[in-house]
């Protein structure tokens, strides 16, 4: 059991260049997150979906698309990258709020440079 | 909108004494109250949570209360250790929606042997 895998761990880009975060969990989760975390900082909801299907804005959404790829995969797109997106990204998911549990499970993290 | 408030921001404490973290938060539509560990360059990991029926929970030498009525939620360490030294997070669900999901801004806190 994986949980849930980010690919790439790293990523160095230019300004205004594009690249999308992958992010897939083998948990059967229906909820799955995208947060941000700064050097020192909290963790920043970017976008959710709550299940296959549907996405909703976060708190952060400003420069960012997601896509739900199916129940196990849940991407993140920068179309423009720009310095200020200069971050650790963490991909989490969620059984759902059908579960028991509302347990969050991270991903080890992608960590973004953007010069 | 709805935010939840986590101090203190950083905490040193010597090695053997308890430490305290809490979290308010204005309103709520939650009954889930989590707290969770990030070690350095890790994502972070559940360490204990709390239901709305449930005023505390202990699991060892950590336990979360819960004060519904005044909207906080605290999360207490005793003993503590050096493999204690972490950033600590509480989370929230903000609204009538099930699944968007906030955190507090966290607490790092410093073991002192």
């Known amino acids: 059991n994986a949980g849930v895998t980010q690919t790439p761990k790293f990523q160095v880009l230019k300004t205004g260049q594009s690249m999308t975060l992958q992010c897939a969990q083998d948990m059967n989760h229906n909820s799955m997150y995208w947060y941000r975390q700064d050097p020192g900082m909290g963790l920043r909801l970017i976008y959710y979906?709550?299940?296959?299907?549907?996405?909703d804005k976060g708190e952060v959404p400003n420069g960012y698309n997601v896509s739900r790829l199916n129940k196990r995969e849940f991407s993140l797109r920068l179309e423009s990258a720009a310095p200020s997106q200069t971050s650790v990204y963490f991909c989490a998911s969620r059984a759902g709020f059908l579960a028991n549990t509302g347990e969050l499970f991270f991903g080890e993290g992608s960590r973004l440079t953007v010069l | 909108g709805e935010n939840v408030e986590q101090h203190p921001s950083t905490l040193s404490v010597q090695e053997g004494d308890s430490a305290v973290i809490k979290c308010t938060y204005s309103d709520s539509a939650s009954n889930y109250f989590p707290w969770y560990k990030q070690e350095l360059g890790k994502g972070p990991q559940l360490i204990i949570d709390?239901?709305?029926?449930?005023g505390e929970k202990k699991d060892q030498r950590i336990a979360v209360t819960l004060n519904k009525t005044a909207k906080h939620f605290s999360l207490h360490i005793t003993e503590t250790q050096p493999e204690d030294s972490a950033v600590y997070f509480c989370?929230?669900?903000?609204?009538?929606?099930?699944?968007?999901?906030?955190f507090g801004s966290g607490t790092r806190l410093s073991i002192r042997p």
């Open positions: 979906s709550a299940s296959e299907g549907t996405t």
């Open positions: 989370d929230l669900k903000p609204d009538s929606s099930a699944s968007k999901i906030i």
């Open positions: 709390i239901r709305s029926n449930v």
